[in-house]
DNA sequence: GGGGTAATGACAACGGTGCG
DNA sequence: CGCACCGTTGTCATTACCCC
């Protein structure tokens, strides 16, 4: 499953929308979460004509500040429990019918109404008995190592973020690639850059999920970057995995003098990479082997039962 | 209590956004 | 394009806190 957060800055002009759909089309997610969409749940409505992404929750805007949105792909089996202003909260039942709690979330603004938003959070989370993740734009950094130029994050606010994830049970996925998800698009002396896209999830999420990834999305319509989780990111392909499907060199071949002039003739073909390499020597040795050894089982039940 | 530092709140300037 | 609106930034004055 892929869950896609996008705080969009407003969605009302075409190349924003253009910029959308890039972002769907290249990044394939299940889910995406946008904030700041900035319109009412009717003007989405045409968003979501241009994108042919109909299901989903729409949070209205207050004037042109806020509004949320979450949308799944068909086929998703989603169920929407709860949103306000700052959050959407769902449930997604997945292939192998687990469910897991998907959030999207996005925290105030403002400094001073933060703490409105954790308090949000935390109610999601107490009702929470699955698995979990959050995902959004909190608004707030962990550590100074999450800021780049200006001035330095008051403490209090970094401490009250570390205190609702410990509450929480809540742990940081650190992105495979990127790290700061805004920026203000200043000159060099003032420009700043900030971690204030992430993905939160609970412990037993790492657990289950081992090949779990994210990484930042650059954009260019926004100031802020898409983010995205894939809860198999890190899996190896279907192939490689499917013992029907895999490749494994038999160690008799290699007295084999036709299988050694197939790997030399594949492996010095043009081309540097590795990878390609020894995809190149599956490809030609497979054939090979499945017609000289592939019913060997069967001759050998043949000869016993003879 | 004194002296220094960190945090807070109010404020204006600025730039981005949607819309007509 | 101008207008209304919103979020961000740095400044400044005030307050809270800490160590001695």
């Known amino acids: 499953m892929k869950f896609m957060c996008w705080n969009c800055r407003g969605l009302g002009n075409l190349a924003k929308i253009r910029e959308l759909k890039q972002l769907l089309v290249a990044n394939n997610p299940d889910l995406i979460f946008l904030s700041e969409t900035k319109m009412s749940a009717n003007e989405f409505q045409r968003v979501q004509n241009k994108c042919r992404w109909q299901n989903g929750l729409t949070v209205n805007s207050e004037g042109r500040s806020g509004g949320l949105a979450l949308m799944w792909r068909d086929g998703m089996n989603v169920s929407i429990q709860n ?3 700052h959050h959407i909260d769902s449930m997604v039942k997945l292939d192998n019918n687990k469910t897991i709690r998907v959030t999207g979330f996005y925290g105030h603004a403002n400094p001073n109404h933060r703490s409105s938003s ?10 929470v008995r699955e698995e979990w993740v959050v995902g959004g734009d909190f608004n707030a950094i962990l550590n100074d190592a999450e800021k780049e130029g200006g001035r330095k994050r008051v403490r209090g606010q970094m401490n009250e973020f570390k205190d609702v994830m410990d509450d929480m049970a809540l742990v940081d996925i650190k992105p495979d690639s990127g790290w700061f998800t805004w920026v203000n698009n200043r000159d060099k002396g003032s420009l700043i850059k900030e971690r204030l896209d992430r993905f939160l999830t609970s412990v037993s999420v790492v657990e289950s999920f081992p090949f779990i990834a994210t990484k930042v999305v650059r954009q260019t319509q926004s100031d802020h970057d898409a983010i995205i989780l894939d809860l198999w990111g890190r899996k190896l392909k279907a192939y490689l995995i499917d ?6 060199f038999d160690v008799c071949w290699s007295g084999d003098e036709k299988a050694k002039n197939i790997v030399g003739r594949a492996w010095n073909m043009e081309g540097t990479d590795y990878g390609d ?3 190149r020597v599956r490809v030609a040795l497979g054939p ?13 039940r043949k000869l016993e039962t003879d």
């Open 83 to 85: 949103y306000s202003k």
């Open 288 to 300: 090979w082997q499945d017609k000289k050894y592939g019913k060997i089982k069967n001759e050998i």
């Open 277 to 279: 390499k020894i995809e």
């Open 118 to 127: 954790w308090d949000i959070l935390r109610r999601v989370g107490e009702s």
């Open 243 to 248: 013992n029907r499907l895999s490749f494994k």
